[in-house]
């Protein structure tokens, strides 16, 4: 069974549906093409993952663009053969003059409600609060997204390059305000900051799940507390080669998570970027990093019960998984 804890919006666009969007908005192919500009070619660090990542940014300024790429997310997360997805995106990197981060979260909330009813799939959306954004809009977000809990926002989120804007205080007094709401807490951290870096987002934020997280295995005091305040960790596992905040599959820091005991769930994070969807990333997890296929079939109960998801659609994943481990 596959779920799909971390994976961005903006990173699964597909690039003939890049080419087609570019047309209406006027905007010049890259060079190379736009699967060329998508895809990283090589090893590198999250500001160059990110400028890939940000090729997109350019035609997803509208209501039907931002429809149209989240339903075909979600229907692509289904092809996979995925019973579940959190898709997150960044609103505030979308919005336009005439088109607010309101209407850019409606228009993706959407999209996947109409790909969930086509596919079957369970799905919900995410919110992410940029690091770079001013406190204006990442403010507006989330007023935003608790505006729409009912129409298919699960959570909120902190992404962004760790490295240029490390600080997150300024989020506290909006994560306790989605928190009170009802909203799921979830926060990139660690993937290129140090260990420390986690726990301030467990301490201060209240966050249930880490995105990435890999540095929280450097440190063995870090990596017990997590385990005893059960928070999940996100692992995208070539997402994290990719940036270099893993060498390697087989030295990745899932195995310090695993074997410490720590709740970890999957993502593909950026599949068009990073050329992986989540049921390759289950596969390499066993062929090239060296799990075993139980370890990696046992982070779908996981997955479960740190979803973003409704009780009812928890309890129809547990038994969709107990039907399948019969």
Same mark, same amino acid.
């Given at each position: 069974?596959?779920?799909?804890?971390?994976?961005?919006?903006?990173?699964?666009?597909?690039?003939?549906?890049?080419? *087609?969007?570019?047309?209406?908005?006027?905007?010049?192919?890259?060079?190379?093409?736009?699967?060329?500009?998508?895809?990283?070619?090589?090893?590198?660090?999250?500001? $160059?993952?990110?400028?890939?990542?940000?090729?997109?940014?350019?035609?997803? #300024?509208?209501?039907?663009?931002?429809?149209?790429? /989240?339903?075909?997310?979600?229907?692509?997360?289904?092809?996979?053969?995925?019973?579940?997805?959190?898709?997150?995106?960044?609103?505030?990197?979308?919005?336009?003059? #005439?088109?607010?981060?309101?209407?850019?979260?409606?228009?993706?909330?959407?999209?996947?409600?109409?790909?969930? *009813?086509?596919?079957?799939?369970?799905?919900?959306?995410? /919110?992410?609060?940029?690091?770079?954004?001013?406190?204006?809009?990442?403010?507006?977000?989330?007023?935003?997204?608790?505006?729409?809990?009912?129409?298919?926002?699960?959570?909120?989120?902190?992404?962004?390059?760790?490295?240029?804007?490390?600080?997150?205080?300024?989020?506290?007094?909006?994560?306790?305000?989605?928190?009170?709401?009802?909203? =799921?807490?979830?926060?990139?951290?660690?993937?290129?900051?140090?260990?420390?870096? =986690?726990?301030? $987002?467990?301490?201060?934020?209240?966050?249930?799940?880490?995105?990435?997280?890999?540095?929280?295995?450097?440190?063995?005091?870090?990596?017990?507390?997590?385990?005893?305040?059960?928070?999940?960790?996100?692992?995208?596992?070539?997402?994290?080669?990719?940036?270099?905040?893993? !060498?390697?599959?087989?030295?990745?820091? $899932?195995? !310090?998570?695993?074997?410490? #005991?720590?709740?970890? $769930?999957?993502?593909?994070?950026?599949?068009?970027?990073?050329?992986?969807?989540?049921?390759? *990333?289950?596969?390499?997890?066993?062929?090239? =990093? #060296?799990?075993?296929?139980?370890?990696?079939? =046992?982070?779908?109960?996981?997955?479960?019960?740190?979803?973003?998801?409704?009780?009812?659609?928890?309890?129809?994943?547990?038994?969709?998984?107990?039907?399948?481990?019969?």
């Amino acid at each position: 069974m596959l779920l799909n804890l971390h994976t961005h919006l903006e990173g699964c666009v597909r690039p003939e549906t890049a080419a *087609e969007l570019a047309q209406e908005f006027g905007v010049s192919a890259p060079e190379g093409g736009w699967e060329n500009a998508f895809l990283i070619k090589g090893i590198g660090n999250l500001t $160059v993952f990110l400028s890939h990542v940000a090729a997109a940014y350019p035609i997803l #300024g509208s209501a039907a663009a931002l429809r149209r790429v /989240a339903f075909e997310a979600v229907e692509d997360a289904a092809a996979d053969g995925q019973s579940y997805i959190e898709l997150r995106f960044g609103p505030g990197t979308h919005a336009r003059e #005439g088109f607010d981060v309101h209407q850019a979260l409606e228009a993706v909330c959407a999209g996947v409600k109409a790909a969930v *009813e086509t596919t079957g799939i369970r799905a919900g959306v995410i /919110a992410c609060l940029l690091r770079h954004e001013p406190q204006e809009l990442v403010e507006e977000i989330t007023r935003s997204a608790i505006a729409l809990s009912r129409s298919g926002i699960v959570g909120i989120d902190i992404a962004g390059d760790e490295l240029l804007y490390p600080s997150i205080e300024r989020f506290a007094p909006l994560y306790r305000l989605a928190k009170d709401a009802g909203l =799921g807490l979830t926060a990139h951290a660690a993937e290129a900051g140090p260990a420390s870096a =986690g726990r301030e $987002v467990v301490e201060r934020l209240g966050v249930t799940r880490i995105g990435h997280g890999s540095h929280i295995a450097d440190d063995p005091e870090i990596l017990e507390w997590v385990r005893q305040h059960n928070v999940a960790i996100e692992v995208c596992p070539t997402s994290n080669v990719l940036t270099s905040a893993a !060498a390697s599959l087989a030295t990745h820091p $899932v195995h !310090a998570f695993t074997s410490a #005991g720590l709740s970890v $769930v999957l993502g593909d994070d950026n599949p068009e970027n990073t050329g992986v969807r989540l049921q390759e *990333e289950s596969m390499l997890l066993v062929r090239e =990093g #060296g799990l075993s296929q139980a370890t990696v079939n =046992g982070f779908a109960s996981a997955s479960i019960a740190a979803a973003f998801c409704s009780d009812l659609d928890r309890s129809a994943l547990k038994a969709i998984l107990a039907s399948e481990e019969k």
